[in-house]
Protein backbone atom coordinates (compact mmCIF):
# COMPACT_ATOMS: atom_id res chain seq x y z
CA UNK A 1 0.00 0.00 0.00
CA UNK A 2 3.42 2.64 1.00
CA UNK A 3 4.43 1.53 -2.56
CA UNK A 4 1.64 2.68 -4.19
CA UNK A 5 1.05 6.01 -2.76
CA UNK A 6 4.55 6.65 -3.21
CA UNK A 7 3.23 5.71 -6.75
CA UNK A 8 0.53 7.85 -6.86
CA UNK A 9 2.55 11.14 -5.50
CA UNK A 10 5.18 11.44 -7.61
CA UNK A 11 2.68 10.36 -10.69
CA UNK A 12 0.79 14.04 -9.79
CA UNK A 13 3.76 15.91 -9.65
CA UNK A 14 4.43 14.98 -13.51
CA UNK A 15 0.99 15.06 -15.13
CA UNK A 16 -1.77 17.23 -16.29
CA UNK A 17 -2.11 19.82 -19.06
CA UNK A 18 0.84 22.37 -19.97
CA UNK A 19 1.96 24.68 -16.67
CA UNK A 20 0.40 28.15 -16.31
CA UNK A 21 3.17 29.86 -17.93
CA UNK A 22 2.67 28.09 -21.44
CA UNK A 23 -1.39 28.69 -20.96
CA UNK A 24 -1.35 31.24 -23.51
CA UNK A 25 0.97 29.84 -26.43
CA UNK A 26 -0.10 26.81 -26.54
CA UNK A 27 -2.99 23.94 -26.19
CA UNK A 28 -1.18 20.34 -26.22
CA UNK A 29 -2.79 17.14 -25.72
CA UNK A 30 -2.97 15.78 -22.18
CA UNK A 31 -0.72 13.14 -20.89
CA UNK A 32 -2.80 10.81 -19.35
CA UNK A 33 -2.60 10.10 -15.45
CA UNK A 34 -2.65 6.57 -14.81
CA UNK A 35 -6.14 5.13 -12.61
CA UNK A 36 -5.47 3.45 -9.56
CA UNK A 37 -8.87 3.08 -8.98
CA UNK A 38 -11.28 1.68 -11.15
CA UNK A 39 -14.02 3.73 -12.46
CA UNK A 40 -17.10 3.35 -10.71
CA UNK A 41 -19.42 4.31 -13.74
CA UNK A 42 -20.72 2.00 -16.23
CA UNK A 43 -20.43 2.31 -19.68
CA UNK A 44 -22.83 0.92 -22.23
CA UNK A 45 -20.22 -1.39 -24.35
CA UNK A 46 -18.49 0.31 -27.30
CA UNK A 47 -18.45 -0.69 -30.61
CA UNK A 48 -15.99 -2.60 -32.07
CA UNK A 49 -13.63 -0.68 -34.58
CA UNK A 50 -12.79 -2.48 -37.66
CA UNK A 51 -9.56 -1.67 -37.79
CA UNK A 52 -7.10 0.61 -35.28
CA UNK A 53 -5.96 3.35 -36.45
CA UNK A 54 -2.33 4.41 -37.11
CA UNK A 55 -0.40 7.38 -39.26
CA UNK A 56 -0.37 5.48 -42.05
CA UNK A 57 -3.76 4.72 -42.27
CA UNK A 58 -6.19 7.46 -40.56
CA UNK A 59 -6.24 9.28 -43.29
CA UNK A 60 -7.78 6.92 -46.10
CA UNK A 61 -9.66 5.12 -43.39
CA UNK A 62 -11.64 8.46 -42.33
CA UNK A 63 -11.81 9.95 -45.90
CA UNK A 64 -14.13 7.00 -46.45
CA UNK A 65 -15.95 6.78 -43.39
CA UNK A 66 -16.65 10.71 -44.27
CA UNK A 67 -18.13 10.29 -47.52
CA UNK A 68 -20.30 7.09 -45.91
CA UNK A 69 -21.15 9.51 -42.57
CA UNK A 70 -22.29 12.87 -43.78
CA UNK A 71 -22.94 14.07 -39.71
CA UNK A 72 -21.96 17.16 -39.18
CA UNK A 73 -23.62 18.69 -36.01
CA UNK A 74 -23.30 17.18 -31.84
CA UNK A 75 -24.21 17.98 -28.52
CA UNK A 76 -21.84 18.25 -25.81
CA UNK A 77 -23.91 17.07 -23.03
CA UNK A 78 -22.30 18.18 -19.06
CA UNK A 79 -23.90 18.51 -15.86
CA UNK A 80 -24.04 22.72 -16.38
CA UNK A 81 -25.76 22.12 -19.65
CA UNK A 82 -25.44 21.08 -23.08
CA UNK A 83 -23.02 23.03 -26.09
CA UNK A 84 -24.17 22.03 -29.89
CA UNK A 85 -21.58 22.98 -32.15
CA UNK A 86 -21.07 22.30 -36.15
CA UNK A 87 -18.61 20.99 -37.44
CA UNK A 88 -17.15 22.29 -40.58
CA UNK A 89 -17.62 20.07 -44.00
CA UNK A 90 -14.20 21.63 -45.87
CA UNK A 91 -12.26 19.91 -42.30
CA UNK A 92 -13.11 16.44 -43.89
CA UNK A 93 -10.82 14.74 -41.65
CA UNK A 94 -11.22 16.26 -38.33
CA UNK A 95 -15.02 16.16 -39.00
CA UNK A 96 -15.01 12.64 -39.86
CA UNK A 97 -12.81 11.58 -36.67
CA UNK A 98 -15.09 13.42 -34.20
CA UNK A 99 -18.30 11.60 -35.73
CA UNK A 100 -16.09 8.03 -35.75
CA UNK A 101 -15.27 8.84 -32.19
CA UNK A 102 -18.96 9.49 -31.01
CA UNK A 103 -20.27 6.69 -32.79
CA UNK A 104 -17.32 4.64 -31.07
CA UNK A 105 -19.09 6.07 -27.77
CA UNK A 106 -15.15 7.05 -27.37
CA UNK A 107 -15.87 10.63 -25.65
CA UNK A 108 -18.64 9.28 -22.77
CA UNK A 109 -17.13 9.55 -19.09
CA UNK A 110 -14.28 11.50 -20.50
CA UNK A 111 -13.56 14.91 -18.59
CA UNK A 112 -13.61 18.73 -19.32
CA UNK A 113 -10.33 18.40 -18.13
CA UNK A 114 -8.91 22.51 -18.52
CA UNK A 115 -10.72 25.28 -17.53
CA UNK A 116 -8.86 28.80 -18.18
CA UNK A 117 -11.23 32.07 -18.27
CA UNK A 118 -11.18 34.32 -20.89
CA UNK A 119 -9.45 31.47 -23.58
CA UNK A 120 -10.51 28.15 -23.28
CA UNK A 121 -11.49 24.92 -22.05
CA UNK A 122 -10.67 21.69 -23.21
CA UNK A 123 -12.23 18.38 -23.10
CA UNK A 124 -12.07 14.47 -24.57
CA UNK A 125 -9.38 13.35 -21.98
CA UNK A 126 -9.73 11.73 -18.42
CA UNK A 127 -7.34 9.97 -15.77
CA UNK A 128 -9.95 6.54 -16.13
CA UNK A 129 -8.71 3.46 -17.42
CA UNK A 130 -11.93 3.35 -19.42
CA UNK A 131 -10.11 6.42 -21.07
CA UNK A 132 -6.63 4.48 -21.75
CA UNK A 133 -8.74 1.43 -23.24
CA UNK A 134 -10.41 2.78 -25.18
CA UNK A 135 -8.04 4.77 -26.84
CA UNK A 136 -5.88 1.61 -27.23
CA UNK A 137 -8.79 0.03 -28.47
CA UNK A 138 -9.44 2.51 -31.46
CA UNK A 139 -5.57 3.65 -31.74
CA UNK A 140 -3.21 4.98 -29.39
CA UNK A 141 -0.60 6.84 -31.97
CA UNK A 142 -2.25 8.20 -34.92
CA UNK A 143 -2.26 12.19 -35.25
CA UNK A 144 -4.71 13.97 -37.82
CA UNK A 145 -2.84 16.10 -40.30
CA UNK A 146 -3.27 20.05 -40.20
CA UNK A 147 -6.56 21.11 -42.35
CA UNK A 148 -6.74 24.60 -43.77
CA UNK A 149 -10.01 24.84 -44.02
CA UNK A 150 -11.40 28.47 -44.98
CA UNK A 151 -8.16 29.87 -43.55
CA UNK A 152 -10.49 30.37 -40.25
CA UNK A 153 -8.80 32.55 -37.34
CA UNK A 154 -9.95 31.58 -33.85
CA UNK A 155 -12.93 33.47 -33.00
CA UNK A 156 -15.23 33.38 -30.01
CA UNK A 157 -16.83 30.18 -30.40
CA UNK A 158 -14.17 27.95 -32.17
CA UNK A 159 -13.62 24.44 -32.08
CA UNK A 160 -10.02 23.43 -32.59
CA UNK A 161 -7.50 19.95 -31.89
CA UNK A 162 -4.76 20.20 -28.95
CA UNK A 163 -1.81 19.75 -30.67
CA UNK A 164 0.98 16.61 -30.45
CA UNK A 165 2.63 17.37 -27.67
CA UNK A 166 6.32 16.60 -29.09
CA UNK A 167 7.61 18.80 -31.66
CA UNK A 168 5.49 19.27 -34.29
CA UNK A 169 6.45 21.25 -36.96
CA UNK A 170 3.57 19.49 -39.25
CA UNK A 171 0.85 20.89 -36.58
CA UNK A 172 -0.55 17.71 -36.46
CA UNK A 173 -3.57 17.16 -34.24
CA UNK A 174 -4.27 14.87 -31.27
CA UNK A 175 -7.83 13.31 -32.08
CA UNK A 176 -8.93 12.74 -29.09
CA UNK A 177 -9.06 16.18 -27.43
CA UNK A 178 -10.59 19.49 -28.47
CA UNK A 179 -11.16 23.04 -26.81
CA UNK A 180 -13.77 25.51 -27.54
CA UNK A 181 -12.00 29.54 -27.69
CA UNK A 182 -13.35 31.85 -25.69
CA UNK A 183 -11.36 35.03 -25.95
CA UNK A 184 -11.11 38.25 -27.66
CA UNK A 185 -9.82 38.59 -31.54
CA UNK A 186 -7.22 40.58 -30.30
CA UNK A 187 -5.13 37.11 -27.96
CA UNK A 188 -5.47 34.66 -30.98
CA UNK A 189 -2.72 35.20 -33.04
CA UNK A 190 -0.33 32.88 -31.71
CA UNK A 191 -3.17 30.32 -31.90
CA UNK A 192 -4.17 31.14 -35.70
CA UNK A 193 -2.42 28.91 -38.66
CA UNK A 194 -1.50 27.10 -35.81
CA UNK A 195 -4.83 24.52 -35.21
CA UNK A 196 -6.66 23.31 -36.97
CA UNK A 197 -10.74 25.44 -36.72
CA UNK A 198 -13.02 22.38 -37.57
CA UNK A 199 -15.76 23.95 -35.94
CA UNK A 200 -18.23 26.51 -33.80
CA UNK A 201 -20.83 26.28 -30.88
CA UNK A 202 -24.20 26.98 -32.41
CA UNK A 203 -25.75 27.18 -29.07
CA UNK A 204 -24.56 27.29 -25.46
CA UNK A 205 -21.41 29.48 -25.03
CA UNK A 206 -23.14 31.01 -22.03
CA UNK A 207 -22.61 27.22 -20.68
CA UNK A 208 -18.81 27.44 -21.87
CA UNK A 209 -18.33 30.44 -19.80
CA UNK A 210 -19.86 29.30 -17.04
CA UNK A 211 -17.34 26.03 -17.45
CA UNK A 212 -14.14 28.24 -17.76
CA UNK A 213 -14.98 29.54 -14.74
CA UNK A 214 -14.95 26.70 -12.55
CA UNK A 215 -12.20 26.56 -9.65
CA UNK A 216 -9.18 24.61 -11.11
CA UNK A 217 -5.42 23.71 -9.80
CA UNK A 218 -2.48 25.26 -11.07
CA UNK A 219 -2.57 22.81 -13.73
CA UNK A 220 -6.08 24.05 -14.89
CA UNK A 221 -7.79 21.07 -14.20
CA UNK A 222 -11.01 21.35 -12.82
CA UNK A 223 -10.92 20.71 -8.48
CA UNK A 224 -13.81 18.22 -9.55
CA UNK A 225 -14.28 16.15 -12.42
CA UNK A 226 -16.80 17.18 -15.23
CA UNK A 227 -17.95 14.40 -17.30
CA UNK A 228 -18.98 14.67 -20.11
CA UNK A 229 -20.45 12.73 -23.19
CA UNK A 230 -21.02 13.36 -26.88
CA UNK A 231 -23.80 12.78 -29.18
CA UNK A 232 -25.21 12.90 -33.01
CA UNK A 233 -27.95 15.60 -32.91
CA UNK A 234 -28.31 15.04 -37.20
CA UNK A 235 -30.90 12.03 -37.94
Same mark, same amino acid.
Given at each position: ??????????????????????????? &?????? &??????????????????????????? %???????????????????????????????? @???????????????????? /?? *??????????????????????? @?????????????????????????????????????? %?????????????? /??????? *????????????????????????????????? *??????
Amino acid at each position: MKNILIIVAILSLFVGCEDSKKRTTEI &KETILK &KELIPNSKTEKKELKPKIKLTNENAVS %FLTEFGEENLENNIRVITPYGNIDIELFKDTP @IHRANIIYLVKQKYFNNTFL /HR *VVPNFIIQAGSSDLKSTFKKRAR @IGNHYRLPYEKGNSRIHTYGSISGAKEYRKNPDKMTSP %FEFFIYLGSNTSNK /HLNGNYT *VFGKVTKGMDIVEILSDLPADEQDWPLNNIYIS *VEILDQ
